[in-house]
């Protein structure tokens, strides 16, 4: 693939389509038809990713082991179900920037959030307080007002937010660092999604930690926009505990499991309280039934239940994707193809909508917000039916998401010509 200037003509994207090495991966997924029997042009990979291929067979083997194995299964399937969750371990180290031992996949975003703020919000009288970015995903909201509550502290009192400045929709850092300075005493936890959902603003991890860190802070990230769309590398940006979920980039479906990263330095701390179930019991000696609950070391350690195959079949099946491509490849595509879309919007009447995401490579991941307005809404309808699936958010903003993964240069320039009827 080149990295020439952008230019209008259909020589380059079909260059472009030509040239990428990650192409063939298009295939490995299925994507959904207009009646006409036509494939969508789908650009919701970060509300929902594609179907892999490879999901129905690898739920299919579970389904036949099951019927022909029933409990044996736990020892003997062809991916015994006892250690299943472990198939996934070094695939999901690699795509976060982890150690094995800091990530396991379990339960759901949510659930690990309040997991891990469990072990990890503990205010003091005088260190009690909460940093979220304005505009965080609400369940994220819901989730640090309800640990304030449980410790019996007032919400509004509690949860303080990183606001963009008047007239600005973007959150700069050194509004961050000032609050830090001014208020880090009295900080316990900062938790921001390192890809805003709804902005598409990315935020530097590795700078706030460093800045967290200083005045004993711990910092949480909430990766629902950022795994599988952004290299990461948490381990050596000391983030201290990082959750996830796998139906958006990460193509695993529906409902999907979700991820949990605890940094090493927590490895053995079993100081922290934490929510305990007999899946994060020493494995060693999971079965001897002890009363007395024994952690595992690393995140393996927060595991509440017995892993649910069916559904870390499908996650299986699309993380062999994501590590046969590698994160490295997929974010230089990545930023070819939102540079494209990028420039391409730049061609239409850019007064009908602005681009609300940062033009800066380093600040956002593949997607882009459009502020349509009262707009907004229409034009989303009117893509929709012409096969093209973007994704509208209160108030006026369409996000467009072009996925590395299956989406191509093609696929850019025929929504951008799309958008030119309609603005
Ligand atoms: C998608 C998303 C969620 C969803 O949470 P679930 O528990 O998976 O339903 C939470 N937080 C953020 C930032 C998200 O983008």
């Not at 509690?158 to 929709?169: D, S, Y």
């Not at 979920?245 to 990263?261: H, I």
């Not at 593949?366 to 509208?392: H, P, T, W």
């Amino acid at each position: 693939m080149n990295q020439k200037p952008f230019n209008l003509t259909s020589e380059f994207f079909l260059q472009m389509d030509q040239t990428d090495p990650l192409r063939h991966f298009r295939d490995q997924f299925y994507f959904p038809k207009t009646k006409l029997g036509k494939e969508v042009l789908y650009f919701v990979g970060n509300s929902l990713g594609l179907q892999p291929k490879k999901a129905s067979l690898y739920v299919e083997e579970e389904l036949l082991d099951w019927r022909s194995l029933a409990v044996d299964g736990h020892h003997s399937a062809k991916h015994p179900w006892f250690p299943y969750h472990e198939f996934l371990t070094a695939q999901t180290a690699r795509l976060v920037g982890a150690q094995p031992m800091e990530v396991v996949v379990m339960n759901t975003l949510t659930v690990n959030l309040h997991l891990m703020l469990t072990s990890f919000y503990r205010p003091t009288k005088k260190k009690f307080k909460i940093v979220i970015e304005a505009g965080a995903f609400p369940s994220d909201q819901y989730a640090v007002a309800s640990h304030a509550k449980l410790h019996g502290l007032n919400p509004s009192e509690t949860i303080i937010e990183w606001r963009p400045r008047l007239g600005e929709q973007l959150l700069r850092m050194e509004d961050l660092e000032e609050m830090v300075q001014t208020e880090g005493e009295s900080i316990a936890l900062i938790l921001i999604g390192n890809v805003n959902y709804k902005t598409g603003q990315a935020f530097p991890l590795k700078e706030i930690a460093t800045l967290a860190h200083t005045k004993n802070i711990i910092f949480g990230a909430d990766l629902a926009h950022g795994a599988g769309n952004l290299a990461l590398s948490l381990h050596e940006d000391k983030v201290d505990f990082a959750v996830w979920c796998s139906y958006k980039f990460l193509n695993a479906g529906p409902g999907a499991l979700g991820g949990c990263f605890v940094h090493d330095k927590y490895a053995e701390d079993f100081s922290r309280p934490r929510l305990e179930g007999w899946w994060g019991h020493d494995k060693e000696k999971r079965f001897l039934m002890e009363p007395k609950f024994s952690p595992m070391k690393g995140a393996e350690g927060w595991q509440l239940s017995n892993p649910p195959i069916l559904p870390m079949a499908t996650l299986r099946a699309s993380m062999e994707l994501f590590d046969e491509a590698g994160m490295g490849p997929l974010r230089k595509k990545s930023e070819l193809l939102t540079g494209y879309l990028e420039f391409l919007l730049k061609q239409i009447r850019l007064e009908e909508f602005k681009i609300i995401t940062s033009s800066k490579p380093n600040e956002r991941g593949c997607s882009l917000s459009l502020d349509f307005g009262n707009q907004g809404k229409m034009v989303v309808e009117r893509l929709a039916e012409e096969g093209i699936k973007c994704d509208y958010r209160e108030p006026g903003i369409i996000r467009i998401a072009p996925v590395p993964l299956y989406n191509s240069f093609q696929d850019v320039f025929e929504l951008c010509e799309a958008l030119k009827r309609h603005v």
